[in-house]
């Protein structure tokens, strides 16, 4: 049975509301006039129709006083609603405002919250391109452990834009204006690792024939990027946790101790819990980073932010060109997984070799072009006057449809065809108003 639901204007509620408390206030008076009455004090009859004369200028006041607060609101609200930002049609925008005047603004101010949000991320991390629900909330995150000196751990496949997060924070931080110093613990050969940490004396070793500073020197008063730290050596990391606890360190071949002021942001793609339980990473170093954590999505997940991608990589690309609809619609369909890196390298390789400047199908490689060859993602190629963001609503649509279609409607499946995970597709089947048991014993 289908809930009914009623609207109250608010040019009705809140004159009732100054309403109600008048007359609150005016019935405490009568009680307090007949208790007076009783023990023989001055009576005040009048009293009566004082309250209904004082109930009616309130109910007339709260009137006028609501019209003059909502006016400005209405008229920005409708001024609002014209702005194709919102991304509504014509008609579900009649529809949204056939309902009651407190859900018409909800809905705008919802829609200019999240205009700002994406302005706001903008103007704070101008080098991170997204602006899907995934990034605004892990945008919101970055700017708010930024200005701290918390200890950050980010965590994302290779080629999600990892360094590039925790230059950011650095860049936003009260450590601005000091050094941010990166350091790959993955590109640098064990015996030498140390060395470019926490640097060393003349004649350390053989070889070492001058002082040297570490990473952790060079970063003093900044912050030190502590890039793939899942692949730090085992007796390096009690030597890193000193630091964390104690803001010091010995060089190599050093005998004192050397007091730092350094941030730490450490990042991998690999499961450090489960290297903790295999005993290959410490736990208690682990503890240490793991005090704000971020997880970045991969690029298969914010499929949204891929035309913006592509065109900020087009625009720094060796060779300006431009990409055509069908080829764009390919790269939104492809899974990647090499995330962002590999999009780049793939814009970056198909702008060198486009003919007259336009990237077309021929220009991407073939592991991209090949699922389009296969009949059923004809849905895909649509007419290139159709506006972008409702292209890719129609990609993302179809993509969803024929994943389920394939697996006969089993939720499941369907995240290991599409690259998602489950609560990722149960929100866009909702967002599309997918049929999923229409799909149902259709398997293919």
């Not at 001024?79 to 909800?106: H, L, N, P």
């Not at 072009?369 to 609503?393: S, V, W």
Request: glycine share 6%; aromatic share 10%; net charge positive.
């Amino acid at each position: 049975m289908k809930r009914s639901r009623f609207y109250i204007s608010l040019s009705i509620i809140f004159p009732f509301i100054f309403t109600g408390f008048t007359i609150f206030a005016a019935i405490v008076s009568f009680r307090l006039t007949k208790y007076g009455m009783v023990h023989g004090l001055e009576p005040a009859r009048s009293v009566f129709w004082f309250i209904i004369v004082i109930s009616c200028l309130a109910y007339v006041c709260g009137f006028a006083l609501i019209r003059v607060i909502l006016k400005p609101v209405e008229k920005f609200v409708a001024e609002a609603s014209k702005f194709s930002s919102f991304g509504t049609s014509k008609k579900s925008r009649k529809k949204e405002w056939s309902v009651d005047k407190i859900q018409q603004f909800t809905n705008v101010f919802d829609q200019v919250t999240s205009v700002l949000s994406r302005m706001d991320a903008r103007h704070f991390f101008p080098d991170i391109i997204g602006e899907s629900m995934a990034m605004r909330g892990l945008l919101g995150l970055i700017k708010k452990v930024a200005p701290t000196d918390s200890t950050v751990l980010i965590l994302g496949e290779s080629g999600t834009g990892k360094e590039l997060v925790a230059s950011s924070i650095h860049t936003n931080s009260e450590r601005k204006d000091a050094a941010f110093i990166k350091l790959n613990c993955a590109a640098i050969p064990e015996e030498l690792l140390e060395s470019e940490l926490f640097g060393h004396e003349k004649g350390a070793f053989t070889g070492a024939t001058k002082f040297k500073p570490g990473k952790f020197d060079m970063a003093n008063g900044g912050t030190l990027f502590l890039d793939e730290i899942g692949d730090m050596p085992f007796n390096l990391q009690a030597k890193v946790l000193r630091i964390l606890q104690e803001q010091e360190f010995y060089r190599v071949g050093g005998s004192r101790t050397i007091k730092v002021d350094v941030r730490i942001i450490a990042s991998t793609n690999k499961n450090l819990e489960k290297m903790v339980q295999e005993g290959t990473f410490r736990e208690d170093l682990f503890y240490r980073l793991n005090v704000f954590t971020l997880h970045l999505p991969p690029l298969r997940e914010r499929k949204e932010d891929i035309p913006l991608l592509v065109d900020y990589f087009l625009q720094n690309a060796p060779k300006k060109a431009e990409i055509s609809s069908v080829a764009l619609q390919m790269l939104v369909a492809f899974s990647w997984p090499g995330n962002i890196r590999e999009l780049q390298n793939t814009i970056e390789s198909a702008s060198v070799i486009a003919e007259n400047g336009y990237i077309e199908p021929v220009q991407l490689p073939g592991k991209i072009t090949g699922a389009f060859n296969n009949p059923n993602y004809a849905d895909f190629k649509m007419p290139a006057h159709i506006p972008l963001d409702e292209r890719l609503q129609e990609i993302e649509k179809s993509m969803i449809i024929e994943a389920l279609r394939k697996t006969g409607g089993v939720q499941v499946r369907a995240t290991e065809l599409l690259g998602i995970n489950q609560r990722s597709l149960w929100h866009r089947i909702k967002k599309h108003n997918i049929d999923v048991k229409g799909l149902k014993n259709t398997e293919i």
